[in-house]
């Protein structure tokens, strides 16, 4: 890969006209019924999950094919429009917002499961599959795809790719960025390329393990490998008890300290259990502070003596009730709570933010009780439900946007579980990415120089800057902070072979 000078060049055409006329080169080849150009078809395209973030495209592209995508990006490369990949549109970060003079290239066609090698262990999919689909099309052969986010019925295996998407089972098996071995790439000059390849490992630089996690920046996948695992022989899943989240906290790192490896652990807090029992009536034990979802998986001798250990542990802490799935349809009673948490914030409240972030699992006690106490100064509620075996927190937090004032309060008290998150030497986000949302955070986590040598990775794929422009890595203009003088140059520079933009 070249490191290119970056910066966008001047264009003599207007975006309006270079839009009409990506229309006309495009048409033949996508075929007029795959580009969106009216207003009120592209009002749906306009956001993701993260709706307060809208942007209407100059044109959509439901492309149907790698060669579709090779003409869209390269058409977008020739008139130096913007582009931005879009697969189900369930992010929560605002990464698939389009730009507003440029082109939405959207997925949701390119929906086939191309191959599955059972002996090789390895699915090769389309990048519009959603990522249930994957595992449906591993079960006939006693293999599953182990990345697992909640959203898994409808988000796609691009939007997966891009955002290094986690799930509950991600504590045991890893995130998709563990998952990934190879991938075809149209890179922003309209080339496909392959990065990675079927084995695991290939050697020169990383580049699967640049692209997975980069948040449609670096190119569009149009073709994706991952690894398929074989499903477990056993499967327990034990719901815990606990009078507070305190308690709770604690026995997740006496079980982690144990050396065990539970596939899952989930935790909920008072609030969100209220919520749950209120959407689908869930029935978790009565008075509970906070519950853990506990999964074990695996040999049926090794998932028993496990289990034996994590009830010791939870009980150590202060358990006062387990309580043990006896077949397929408990556990999935189990799960329905926790995973009905986030829709059934609507119980509790008229709006709520999803915040993401990530602190050691050591820390939860602490940061859960700092939560609690900012909730009570600004009498903003929060409810907790996440990954605690990951420390990856999804504090809901919960305001009414009629009551004056309150919506800014909210959005205070976001931004403050960031901080808090940081100040633990965590991060900013465990598995929803930058995007849009937390590009001024970005600031909060890296040094200057971190920012730069970031933004020089993305010049050596997109160095004219029209690829999924102003996300993820925030340009110094969005940092979000005065100027402040650079140290020194970097080397690229000096070579006169790059520039900061
Ligand atoms: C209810 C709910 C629950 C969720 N739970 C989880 C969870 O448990 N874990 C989790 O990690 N996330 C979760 N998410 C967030 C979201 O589902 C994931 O980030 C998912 O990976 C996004 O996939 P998508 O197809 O919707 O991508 P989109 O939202 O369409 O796009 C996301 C990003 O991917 C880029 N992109 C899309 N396709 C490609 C491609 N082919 N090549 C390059 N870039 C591409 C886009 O440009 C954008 O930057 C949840 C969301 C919702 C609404």
Redesign the pocket.
């Known amino acids: 890969m070249k490191i290119f000078r970056t910066g966008r060049r001047a264009h003599k055409a207007g975006p309006r006209t270079r839009a009409s006329e990506a229309i006309d080169l495009l048409a033949p080849i996508v075929g007029r019924d795959a580009i969106i150009c009216d207003p009120v078809e592209l009002a749906t395209y306009e956001c993701?999950?993260l709706t307060h973030f809208r942007v209407r495209p100059a044109l959509a592209v439901l492309a149907g094919s790698s060669h579709d995508v090779e003409a869209v990006v390269g058409t977008c490369a020739r008139l130096e429009l913007p582009f931005?990949?879009?697969?189900?549109?369930?992010?929560?970060?605002g990464?698939?917002v389009p730009d507003s003079e440029g082109v939405l290239l959207v997925?949701s066609r390119m929906r086939a499961v191309l191959s599955v090698q059972a002996h090789n262990q390895r699915a090769v999919v389309e990048?519009g599959v959603t990522n249930l689909e994957v595992s449906k099309a591993a079960l006939p052969h006693g293999l599953f795809y182990a990345p697992?986010?909640?959203?898994q019925q409808?988000?796609?295996i691009?939007?997966?790719?891009?955002?290094n998407?986690?799930?509950?089972h991600c504590l045991k098996y890893g995130f998709t960025t563990n998952h990934v071995t190879e991938l075809e790439?149209v890179t922003p000059d309209g080339a496909t390329v392959k990065l990675g390849g079927m084995v695991g490992e290939t050697p020169g630089y990383d580049l699967v393990g640049a692209f997975v996690g980069s948040?449609?920046?670096l190119?569009?996948?149009?073709k994706v490998t991952v690894r398929l695992l074989r499903l477990p022989a056993a499967v327990q899943t034990v719901l815990a008890a606990f009078s507070d989240t305190d308690s709770a906290g604690r026995a997740v790192s006496a079980i982690i300290a144990a050396g065990l490896v539970p596939a899952a652990i989930e935790m909920m807090d008072a609030l969100a259990i209220s919520a749950a029992e209120k959407a689908v009536q869930c029935g978790y034990p009565k008075g509970a502070g906070a519950v853990l979802i506990v999964e074990l998986d695996g040999p049926l001798a090794e998932v028993e003596e496990s289990l034996l250990d994590v009830n010791h542990h939870c009980l150590e802490q202060g358990a006062f009730e387990m309580r043990l799935a006896v077949d397929d349809a408990d556990r999935a009673r189990i799960w329905r709570g926790r995973k009905s948490a986030?829709?059934a914030m609507g119980h509790l409240s008229s709006s709520y933010i999803v915040q993401d972030g990530v602190v050691p699992r050591t820390a939860l006690p602490e940061v859960l009780k700092d939560i609690a106490k900012l909730s009570e100064e600004t009498g903003i509620r929060v409810a907790n439900v996440f990954h605690a075996g990951d420390g990856n927190l999804h504090p809901l937090v919960l305001f009414d946007e009629r009551v004056p004032g309150e919506a800014a309060r909210a959005e205070q008290l976001s931004t403050q579980i960031l901080d808090l998150c940081i100040a633990h030497g965590g991060s900013i986000t465990g598995?929803?990415?930058v995007?849009l949302d937390k590009l001024t955070a970005m600031s909060k986590m890296f040094s200057e120089d971190d920012l730069v040598t970031m933004q020089l990775l993305k010049a050596a794929f997109d160095p004219h800057r029209i690829c999924?422009p102003g996300?993820a890595v925030p340009t110094p203009r969005l940092c979000g902070e005065p100027p402040r003088p650079r140290r020194g140059t970097q080397p690229l520079q000096e070579q006169g072979l790059a520039e900061l933009f």
């Open positions: 993701d999950g931005v990949a879009r697969g189900a549109g369930t992010g929560l970060s990464g698939a997925t990048p697992d986010p909640s959203s409808v988000c796609s691009g939007g997966n790719v891009a955002e998407s986690g799930g509950a790439v948040e449609g920046t190119g569009v996948a149009t986030f829709a598995e929803h990415g995007g999924n996300k």
